[in-house]
T-cell receptor, first 115, second 115 residues
Framework: NAGVTQTPKFQVLKTGQSMTLQCAQDMNHEYMSWYRQDPGMGLRLIHYSVGAGITDQGEVPNGYNVSRSTTEDFPLRLLSAAPSQTSVYFC??????????????FGEGSWLTVV | AQSVAQPEDQVNVAEGNPLTVKCTYSVSGNPYLFWYVQYPNRGLQFLLKYITGDNLVKGSYGFEAEFNKSQTSFHLKKPSALVSDSALYFCAVRDMNSGNTPLVFGKGTRLSVIA
């Protein structure tokens, strides 16, 4: 059972570079999301999607872009990396498109450092 | 608006003693409530959730939580702590009647179980 798979696990970027964090799930989940985790800030939602072709902004969307062309994949793009985007990023998914009380499953995280 | 508070950044408990990690929430309607655990350098793992029904919810690894509507709380408990329970714990909430509003997480409580 692969679950939610994120790549890369670690990445160092220079300020101004762009990159894509990959996320894939094999559970046929409609709902997918990206969070960032910073010390003392908990988890903050960046973007989410309730199905292929549908995305929406979360709490901290600036500097990030997403698309959802398939049910399985939900990549997160950093357009021009800034040191403030140094963080741990988590992809998550759950069954159903309306959130409800469905359990959200998380990937193992991607540690990103912007220098 | 929905929100969740974890009033303690850190909880220390001796091995074998009971543990409690506190969570209070605010929603306009009825809540869906979740607890997740994060071990070092790992993703979040689901522990338990309250959807409806019995106020006492039992979850993984011997943890349980009690939904208290009058106190708007959902404290996580375990009768006898283990050193291996040391981790970061997150409470999360979603209003049942909030449409597609995503899950909101607390800032986390670090549990340290001392041998």
């Amino acid at each position: 059972n692969a679950g939610v798979t994120q790549t890369p696990k670690f990445q160092v970027l220079k300020t101004g570079q762009s990159m894509t964090l990959q996320c894939a799930q094999d559970m046929n989940h409609e709902y997918m999301s990206w969070y960032r985790q910073d010390p003392g800030m908990g988890l903050r939602l960046i973007h989410y999607s309730v199905g292929a072709g549908i995305t929406d902004q979360g709490e901290v969307p600036n500097g990030y872009n997403v698309s959802r062309s398939t049910t399985e994949d939900f990549p997160l793009r950093l357009l021009s990396a800034a040191p403030s985007q140094t963080s741990v990023y988590f992809c998550a998914s759950s069954y159903g498109s309306d959130h409800s009380g469905n359990t959200i499953y998380f990937g193992e995280g991607s540690w990103l450092t912007v220098v | 608006a929905q929100s969740v508070a974890q009033p303690e950044d850190q909880v220390n408990v001796a091995e074998g003693n009971p543990l409690t990690v506190k969570c209070t929430y605010s929603v306009s309607g009825n809540p869906y409530l979740f607890w997740y655990v994060q071990y070092p350098n790992r993703g979040l793992q689901f522990l338990l959730k309250y959807i409806t029904g019995d106020n006492l919810v039992k979850g993984s690894y011997g943890f349980e939580a009690e939904f208290n509507k009058s106190q708007t709380s959902f404290h996580l408990k375990k009768p006898s702590a283990l050193v291996s329970d040391s981790a970061l714990y997150f409470c999360a909430v979603r209003d049942m009647n909030s449409g597609n509003t995503p899950l909101v997480f607390g800032k986390g409580t670090r549990l340290s179980v001392i041998a």
